[in-house]
């Protein structure tokens, strides 16, 4: 059981089907949604979209060069654009986003129908084929252009569900960045604005390439101990002197234009620091036990799981320093960027962009948050009595994490269209549905499975309405309405007593418990726990003072180098193992098992 995505259906974006190709047909390609025949007007509407989607997230351009660039390459009224790399990938993304604005035909009759050539998320694949063409005769010579329309290929590929694909452009890119020298502080003779823009460059690839790695537990091509280049500037003038049309909040305010991409490249370093540090430390436990799994020793998931509470703190401390302008205000009481799953009070007449870069910003905190408690979602069988307090609220953490992103997306897809057609937020969702069924089969007895269970409702909700611009999310339709049937399936089998035989008892209760009175709405614990004290941190190659300087070292001089990043210690060979035990566990209630890692993979 898997998604019907783009990488289903299609062997590379930008060849035909796989069907097509093993029958030996070959189809007539679309020519308007693949782009090959835009028109000038056409061209001119999707480009208008980028402006407020993808360069507000992606600030790697400069405006006024780009456009002056495009209108160069209409020639005559009549004659079709001349060919030009940077140009084919902008566009192939914005169609890939302006079609999923559109209503699937048929979208109700077929929810298991395949994608094709038609599908938004393959929209735009003629431009991105000639812009990899383009982009094969520069790899000798590259140029700053050349990185610009890799980290674009890397986000067209993403939101198509090509990862694997994605991830290989990913390296190619890192090394042609390097080749330029993006990895090292520009001379202070440059012009101010191109010295901005590598340094922009190079942490925006940096940023991709550790979500990417993170996300797929694969290791890394960059190497903090290999990078001079400090952090990019944000400030009004720079803002200005970029060409961006629109710069700054409001008078006051320090925040503009440029402040989302710098706070967004902190916060997956400071998620990176704290996910190599517990792969680490689960590695040296495990070396400790001769390779056991860490589900096996309940001591042993413990000590990885106070370690991980106590690097968590780094990830508040971003969360603290982030200003104010970028956070989404909620209604009543509620804090933003927490799980008290409160409503947000989007400002209406606050600039596009900055609601886009506000919301995105919390949902990509959520996840990454959501993605470092995951490993504490158990679904082994306990091997002995012995609570595990620290295991359990992790698993909370995380299941609040995902609830608290399902009805934030949820919220906004109902009241304004800022992630209607935003393929990323919908694999932020995919993703944190797993989380959420995940703990339901895992705790079918506990106090928070009843809100989990419902948050599984919110999500399909959201696949539906995912599911009328793209195959994708219609596909996760039936595959969580499945998934949670079988859910569903196993919390009665425990109710009655029934489950007994197969799997274990629910969780004891645990001091964990009782810092949650409203299982329901309340944080999790882990949340607001202040870090250990020095003589309760966990004894490594990682210790907490790395994790909690990474940003800093990068702020502006330093010695740029983190103690122990070159191991890349890469666990993931027990996160697998994890999803066959509930693969096993669906098995004996006589179901069909899941491809859970070819899901997890999907999102």
Same mark, same amino acid.
């Given at each position: ?116 050539? !038609? ?44 990862? !694997? ?124 036990? !001769? ?108 299941? !609040? ?203």
């Amino acid at each position: 059981m898997q998604l019907n995505s783009a990488r289903t259906s299609f062997s590379s974006p930008a060849g035909p089907r796989r069907r097509d190709f093993q029958d030996g047909i070959m189809p007539v390609k679309p020519a308007l949604m693949g782009g090959e025949n835009l028109t000038e007007v056409l061209a001119d509407y999707f480009l208008g979209l980028f402006w407020q989607s993808y360069h507000c997230i992606y600030h790697i351009l400069d405006e006024v060069e780009f456009r002056e660039h495009y209108k160069s390459l209409w020639t005559t009224p009549e004659a079709p654009r001349k060919p030009s790399a940077l140009v084919d990938i902008v566009l192939a993304m914005c169609m890939q986003y302006g079609v999923a604005f559109l209503p699937r035909q048929h979208a109700h009759a077929d929810p298991k129908a395949e994608v094709d050539g !038609n599908d938004a998320t393959i929209a735009g694949r003629w431009l991105y084929q000639r812009c990899q063409y383009l982009l094969a005769e520069e790899l000798e010579s590259p140029s700053i252009t050349t990185i610009q329309c890799y980290i674009f290929s890397i986000v067209y590929l993403c939101n198509a569900s090509f990862q !694997n694909t994605a991830h290989s452009v990913l390296a190619l890119a890192v090394r042609t960045a390097q080749t330029l020298g993006l990895h090292l502080e520009p001379p202070e003779d440059m012009p101010k604005v191109q010295r901005e823009t590598r340094k922009r460059l190079w942490w925006t690839l940096y940023a991709l390439e550790s979500q990417e790695c993170m996300a797929l537990g694969r290791p890394w091509v960059t190497q903090a101990s290999h990078i001079t280049c400090i952090f990019p500037a944000d400030d009004q003038e720079l803002a200005m002197l970029s060409g961006a049309h629109s710069t700054s909040v409001g008078s006051g305010s320090s925040v503009t234009c440029l402040t989302f991409a710098l706070q967004n490249i902190k916060l997956i370093l400071v998620a990176r620091a704290i996910y190599t540090a517990f792969y680490a430390q689960c590695a040296e436990v495990l070396g400790a036990k !001769n390779g056991e799994s860490l589900y096996d020793n309940p001591e042993s998931l413990e000590t990885c799981a106070g370690f991980l509470q106590s690097s968590m703190h780094s990830l508040q401390t971003w969360l603290n320093e982030l200003p104010d302008n970028l956070k989404t205000q909620r209604k009543g009481n509620g804090t933003p960027l927490s799980t008290d799953r409160s409503a947000v009070d989007v400002e209406p007449f606050a600039p596009l962009w900055l609601r886009r870069q506000r919301l995105l910003l919390e949902l990509r905190y959520h996840t990454l948050a959501m993605n470092l408690y995951r490993p504490f979602i158990n679904f082994a069988p306990p091997s002995s009595s012995l609570p595990q307090p620290l295991a359990e609220a992790n698993s909370i953490s995380c299941l !609040n994490h995902a609830m608290s992103l399902t009805q934030l997306i949820r919220q906004v897809l109902a009241e304004m269209d800022i992630l209607t057609g935003w393929h990323e937020a919908f694999q932020w969702q995919w993703n944190a549905a797993l989380s959420t069924l995940g703990f339901v089969l895992a705790h079918p007895v506990h106090p928070c499975t009843p809100a989990a269970r419902r948050a599984v409702a919110t999500a399909i909700e959201i696949f539906e309405i995912f599911g009328e611009n793209f195959v994708i999310a219609s596909s996760a339709v039936v595959v969580a309405r499945d998934v949670a049937a079988k859910a569903d399936v196993l919390v009665n089998r425990f109710r009655t007593g029934a489950g007994a035989g197969s799997r274990s008892a629910p969780l004891p209760p645990s001091s964990s418990t009782t810092s949650l009175p409203e299982w329901s709405a309340a944080e999790s614990s882990r949340d607001s726990m202040p870090p250990f004290t020095a003589s309760q941190e966990m004894q490594g190659s990682w210790q907490l003072g790395s994790v909690s300087s990474v940003v800093a070292q990068f702020g502006g001089g330093g010695d740029a180098s983190v103690d122990g990043e070159d191991e890349s210690p890469m666990l993931m060979m027990w996160r697998q193992t994890d999803l066959e035990s509930l693969n096993a566990a669906v098995g004996e209630m006589g179901e069909s098992t899941l491809d859970l890692w070819g899901l997890v993979q999907d999102g």
